[in-house]
């Protein structure tokens, strides 16, 4: 009999409403899948209305088996508005609630949720931050940072210097207010993820993550993260609740956790680099080495990290560099880092050696932030290996990417092959790699010239959506090979910007 999944998604963007919606279709033969219907969800800024999101889960939790939630969508209405409202914290503990009404209404309800600590971005952009941190969003990241250093040991005289800057740039401008505004919301935020360990610790919700979004070593949103480690430690809900970078991949994470759970599977994931650093990188946009996060995606999924190749039920091979993680958009600049102790070469050919022994393979192209590595793939498909190894990601961050191919990776090795895993490798192939690695930065430099930019371009399906459907078509050969043709059947521009894209493809195989 078929177990029924239902999903609240974090937003309406394609990597966290699609990305799951395909990679559960993959085990239809097992699980009904239910989410929010697209619409209902917010407009990057605009929050989804609460109403709406409660009917959809009093409506389809009450038979289902499985909850996977955002708890920033039932909260707040998507990760964006999680970052602008002025929500009263007595509203909003009653919205958790609902949590507490789901499994009265349905004991046997298992929830699986995830709810972010709030980000503290580097640079002064209001693209998804409240309007004012496009004056001072730079001042306010290094507030924090040198509020934490200060806790720590002393601050240098440049650091000391540093810091008196700021806090004349904040009082020169009369920008204080906005920094009051933007700390009285973390405080909220940070009091609400404490609210939720208490339903981890009354069984209310069965297993949380949470994911540090865009996250760095010091700063407000590491402070953060002390204040609610030490709070899951108080309740010694440790097992239960986990904490590591990442954010738009999380449905995922926990879609293979339940998809495991059914199967009474745990997957053994054996895992191996192509530096000889073994993991010991901090990656852009993260806090600690890949090699200690990548161990909690594998255990949130539902597997355990495996210290046998031989007997182990899957090998991830990552993609890393030595040292000093560079932007994708970087990677013609042949950086010394990228090739003295990274052995490419010797990494594809064990991919090879894997695929002949017949022992499935995810490859996890973390080896740039923001796109994957055109070395790798081409090497990958000079071997006839795209569509050979069992899944493949590299986008955004790290942890994205490391979100997206393990779960699929389990997921097809339970299911096995179909149309719709070769269509979402083709999918990440194109996406991950020619529009990020390839075609964003060349499009990216010509809209400039037109008086549009990274965040202002000509609406979700207009000329520069079109041009970018193009430049597609003309260097998608490089995903494809004598069996394997890729077909663009759409394309928009989400959020109306040219950080992502929003494909439809279909592998079609001859």
């Known amino acids: 009999m078929k177990k029924k999944l239902v999903l609240l998604p974090?937003?309406?963007?394609?990597?966290?409403?699609?990305?799951?919606?395909?990679?559960?279709?993959?085990a239809s033969q097992d699980i009904d899948f239910v989410t929010i219907p697209q619409d209902q969800l917010g407009n990057k800024k605009i929050p989804a209305k609460f109403e709406n999101v409660y009917s959809f889960l009093k409506d389809n939790c009450k038979d289902a088996n499985y909850l996977v939630i955002a708890i920033d969508t039932l909260l707040y209405g998507g990760i964006?508005?999680?970052?602008?409202?002025?929500?009263?914290?007595?509203?909003?503990?009653?919205?958790?609630?609902?949590?507490?009404?789901?499994?009265?209404?349905?004991?046997?309800?298992?929830?699986?949720?995830?709810?972010?600590i709030m980000?503290?971005?580097?640079?002064?952009s209001d693209d998804e931050e409240p309007n004012y941190y496009a004056l001072c969003g730079a001042q306010i990241h290094l507030l924090g940072r040198y509020q934490h250093l200060k806790e720590i040991r002393e601050l240098t005289k440049e650091e000391q210097q540093q810091e008196k800057e700021v806090k004349d740039f904040i009082a020169k401008n009369n920008y204080q207010a906005y920094v009051d505004d933007y700390l009285n919301r973390r405080y909220l935020n940070t009091t609400l993820n404490i609210q939720t360990l208490s339903l981890v610790k009354d069984g209310t919700i069965d297993f949380l993550i949470v994911p540090q979004d865009d996250s760095a070593p010091y700063g407000?949103?590491?402070k953060d993260q002390d204040r609610i480690r030490k709070e899951i430690e108080n309740l010694h809900i440790e097992l239960k609740a986990y904490m590591y970078p990442d954010a738009d991949a999380v449905s995922n994470t926990l879609i293979a956790r339940a998809i495991n759970e059914i199967n009474h599977k745990k997957s053994g994931i054996f895992i191996r680099y192509a530096s000889c650093n073994e993991?010991?990188?901090?990656?852009?946009?993260?806090?600690?080495n890949v090699s200690e996060t990548i161990k909690y995606h594998i255990l949130a999924a539902g597997g355990y990290v495996s210290y046998d190749i031989q007997n182990c039920d899957l090998v991830?091979?990552?993609?890393?560099?030595?040292?000093?993680?560079?932007?994708?958009?970087?990677?013609?600049?042949?950086?010394?880092?990228?090739?003295?102790?990274?052995?490419?070469?010797?990494?594809?050919?064990y991919i090879e050696y894997l695929v002949m022994q017949k022992k499935p393979v995810i490859v996890a192209d973390i080896a740039y932030a923001n796109g994957g590595d055109k070395e790798l793939i081409s090497l990958l498909n000079h071997k006839g290996l795209l569509y050979k190894v069992n899944a493949y990601?590299?986008?955004?961050?790290?942890?994205?990417?490391?979100?997206?191919?393990?779960?699929?990776?389990?997921?097809?090795?339970?299911?096995?092959?179909s149309q719709t895993h070769y269509d979402f490798m083709a999918l990440r192939y194109l996406e991950?790699?020619?529009?990020?690695?390839?075609?964003?930065?060349?499009?990216?430099?010509?809209?400039?010239?037109?008086?549009?930019?990274?965040?202002?371009?000509?609406?979700?399906?207009?000329?520069?959506?079109?041009?970018?459907?193009?430049?597609?078509n003309e260097i998608k050969y490089l995903f494809e090979d004598d069996q394997h043709h890729i077909e663009i059947i759409d394309n928009y521009q989400p959020w109306q910007r040219m950080f992502e894209t929003a494909l439809t493809v279909k592998l079609i195989m001859k």
């Open 393 to 417: 990601a590299g986008w955004n961050t790290s942890s994205n990417t490391l979100g997206t191919c393990i779960p699929h990776g389990m997921i097809e090795t339970i299911y096995g092959t």
């Open 316 to 349: 991830c091979m990552v993609n890393l560099p030595f040292e000093d993680m560079q932007e994708a958009s970087q990677q013609d600049r042949h950086l010394m880092q990228y090739q003295i102790n990274r052995n490419l070469i010797e990494f594809v050919e």
């Open 10 to 26: 974090l937003d309406e963007r394609p990597c966290t409403y699609l990305f799951p919606k395909t990679l559960a279709s993959l």
């Open 432 to 472: 991950d790699v020619g529009y990020m690695s390839i075609v964003r930065k060349k499009i990216h430099e010509e809209i400039l010239k037109e008086g549009m930019g990274w965040k202002n371009i000509d609406g979700y399906r207009g000329n520069v959506s079109k041009r970018i459907t193009k430049a597609l």
């Open 279 to 288: 993991g010991n990188l901090i990656p852009l946009y993260e806090d600690r």
């Open 119 to 124: 980000r503290c971005p580097t640079t002064s």
């Open 220 to 222: 407000y949103t590491a």
């Open 80 to 116: 964006v508005p999680s970052r602008l409202h002025d929500l009263k914290e007595e509203e909003l503990k009653q919205r958790l609630l609902t949590l507490k009404e789901l499994k009265k209404d349905n004991p046997h309800l298992k929830i699986f949720a995830y709810h972010l």
